[in-house]
């Protein structure tokens, strides 16, 4: 089934990239959209579920929920890019659209790739298309982010080929199927499976934005077009978080799995400092989100690195967070459309400006710093007990320590943005109030998740980090 | 014959670190692809057509004829023929070349057991090791560029080492890499240099905080 769906999409992809008008483009995203849809009703309603399609997809219980996630988060990128566009050329419109289509479609099949090879082409894949919607402005800027992703996103996909290989050398056969892997490997050599865990995990922590690559998907998400960071910050760094989560799977039923463990909670501390310390000392509202990722995904990697309910808190942490920050860059879009950049020492009195944006803006700081009644509240507090127990102590010290780090400068560079005096140039013909309900809707959303969580979500859940 | 090639490799490797014209640069990468060529051949266990053409495709074609011919259009263009002089010394990328060597070695020594190849594995230890010299030593974008590929050539070494024969995905997913490769070479003839106005990598700081 996922077959003809990926031609589908290609071809629309393709007719995009001649299309004439905005409105064939909108058209045919519209057309594009119902068949993610189509996509999605056959999934959940018509039985594909946990079936395979072909050789290399399956429709598993994790796959499905990014999957979900990734469609509702599309749909709000594609509306808000088309505003956001509005006065870009056809060519750079077309151009734009149609690589967000093929980034979406490349990212669907890292969510059901059931082979470790596939996993890591679409990936690439990813990043070929990630880094023509970066390249989009055609400024010196947005080329000096576009050469240093191709470039370390290149240079850390091949390291994780490496891993994959030596993965293979271990299991000594020629499947790459994860469900044939996991029996493969149980008896392997641990000195190899470790190296080619190393391998794997630095590789793919380009994309998921964790310790050491994160860099590059902090340039990613500050050069390309605000709406598409929305879809780089999430869709592209679950793709990342899956890729690894499955790999952190395989090795579960190894003998070195504690130290796989140990490793994610390293990774993931680290990941944690560097985000607390670099929201710091940044100056643009996008880098200073994607520091906010990058510190979310520490988190999770630090639940992965705990383990037992620690495993459970980062899904449900992934799937919030998802909600949130597609949240915060669709209004931070709807920021640089009024201030034309993202200075923040320069730009501010959003709130007198455009009231339901920064509503919005400060909601989603409440909820991206896991105040209550943010779902993420629930995560980090599940997290924090589970290291407690399994841990000790210090684990949570450091977490602590550098949560409030972060709650401190969140807090302080949000209220300036509402309410320091404005310094710079105000272009108010651009605000659109429906744009900032609609990003604050994702948001909702996510509150909701953090009151009441859904029987099938929770179920969901429990099937996933139940391995 | 084997050995030979191997050694012409390692030799190509050790040469690299004290290269400093970029035209040397493009012949290296240029010997290198044909080395490969050859060991690819050399290791082919029976006449597959299908396998014979992806080999010659990815060695010949690529990597010992476009790549080569890519490199040096960029030296044309740009103009610019030599790394920095204010760089690290020949003398001290020689000592790190060789201390990368011993390295790779010892850690094929203690790492490599009887499912990989030890000479394959060692040689594309100390070729990812190389390649990555050459990106942290070397302040131009050109030799980052070529140290991507001797890291590429390391990977391609290193599928080598494994003793599992690999199933056609993996050749499909070398593919996509070659296509990143042409991909950042394109990038980097036509928009880096005419947009940034230098190869000098110093120049790629605006993207900060």
């Keep these: ?467 | 014959m084997l050995l030979s090639l191997i050694i012409l490799y390692i030799i190509s490797l050790i040469y690299i670190s004290i290269v400093e014209r970029f035209r040397n640069y493009a012949s290296i990468i240029a010997f290198q692809g044909w080395i490969l060529l050859g060991i690819a051949l050399l290791r082919l266990h029976s006449l597959d057509w299908v396998e014979l053409s992806f080999i010659v495709t990815e060695t010949l074609i690529f990597k010992a004829l476009i790549v080569p011919a890519i490199l040096t259009r960029v030296i044309n263009k740009t103009r610019i023929n030599r790394i920095r002089t204010s760089g690290t010394s020949q003398f001290n990328s020689l000592m790190l070349s060789v201390v990368a060597l011993v390295i790779s070695a010892i850690m094929t020594y203690y790492i490599a057991d009887s499912s990989i190849n030890m000479v394959f594995f060692g040689v594309a230890i100390y070729a990812l090791l190389s390649g990555l010299i050459l990106i942290v030593l070397r302040s131009r974008i050109f030799t980052h560029m070529v140290g991507f590929l001797v890291i590429e050539n390391g990977v391609f070494l290193f599928s080598m080492a494994i003793g599992v024969e690999m199933p056609m995905l993996i050749n499909a997913a070398i593919m996509l890499d070659i296509l990143m490769s042409v991909l950042m070479l394109g990038l980097f003839m036509t928009k880096v240099d005419d947009k940034i106005h230098t190869d000098d990598s110093d120049s790629l700081t605006h993207v900060k905080d």
């Design chain 1, 1 to 467: 089934m996922i077959y003809i769906f990926f031609v589908i999409w290609i071809l629309l992809a393709v007719a995009t990239f001649f299309a004439r008008s905005r409105k064939i483009v909108h058209s045919l995203y519209l057309v594009y959209l119902l068949s993610h849809a189509i996509f999605g009703a056959n999934l959940l309603f018509g039985g594909a579920y946990l079936s395979t399609s072909g050789e290399f997809f399956t429709f598993d219980q994790v796959g499905s929920l990014f999957y979900v996630l990734l469609f509702v988060v599309s749909c709000y990128v594609f509306v808000h890019s088309e505003e956001y566009l509005k006065d870009d050329t056809i060519v750079n419109y077309r151009n734009y659209f149609a690589l967000l289509m093929l980034l979406t479609a490349a990212i669907t099949g890292v969510y059901f790739a059931n082979n470790i090879a596939v996993t890591w082409i679409l990936l690439e894949t990813t990043t070929l298309c990630a880094a023509g919607i970066i390249y989009h402005r055609h400024s010196k800027a947005t080329l000096e982010a576009t050469w240093k992703y191709l470039f370390v996103c290149s240079t850390g996909i091949a390291i994780a080929y490496l891993g994959i290989l030596l993965l293979c050398a271990t299991a000594s056969n020629n499947s790459l199927s994860y469900a044939d892997l996991q029996h493969l490997i149980i008896n392997g050599n641990p000195l190899y499976l470790k190296a080619a865990f190393l391998l794997i995990l630095t590789g793919y922590s380009c994309k998921m934005e964790i310790f050491p690559l994160y860099t590059i998907g902090v340039d990613a998400n500050f050069a390309a077009p605000a709406p598409a960071s929305a879809m780089i910050s999430t869709g592209l760094v679950n793709a990342g978080f899956l890729a690894i989560f499955r790999i952190y799977k395989l090795f579960s039923t190894t003998e070195v799995f504690p130290w796989v463990k140990n490793v994610m909670l390293i990774i993931g501390l680290l990941s944690l400092v560097v985000g607390a310390l670099f929201l710091r000392r940044t100056n643009n509202y996008k880098r200073f989100l994607s520091y906010s990722t990058v510190e979310n995904m520490g988190i999770v990697a630090i639940g992965l690195g705990i383990g037992g309910l620690g495993v459970w808190a980062a899904l449900f942490h992934v799937v919030c967070h998802t909600f949130i920050k597609s949240s915060l860059f669709l209004q931070i879009a709807i920021v640089r459309q009024i201030y034309n950049g993202y200075r923040i020492n320069r730009i501010g009195d959003y709130i007198n400006i455009n009231k339901v944006g920064a509503i919005g803006l400060l909601l989603g700081m409440i909820a991206v710093l896991a105040f209550p009644p943010s779902p993420l509240f629930i995560s980090e507090l599940m997290i924090m007990m589970e290291a407690l127990t399994l841990k000790g102590w210090w684990v949570v010290a450091i977490m602590v320590l550098l949560i409030c780090i972060v709650i401190f400068t969140i807090c302080y560079r949000m209220i300036k943005l509402c309410y320091q005096s404005n310094q710079d140039e105000l272009h108010l013909s651009n605000i659109n109030r429906r744009l900032s309900y609609s990003a604050l809707s994702l948001l909702i959303l996510a509150l909701i998740i953090g009151f009441w969580q859904p029987a099938i979500l929770r179920d969901i859940i429990d099937k996933i980090a139940m391995f």
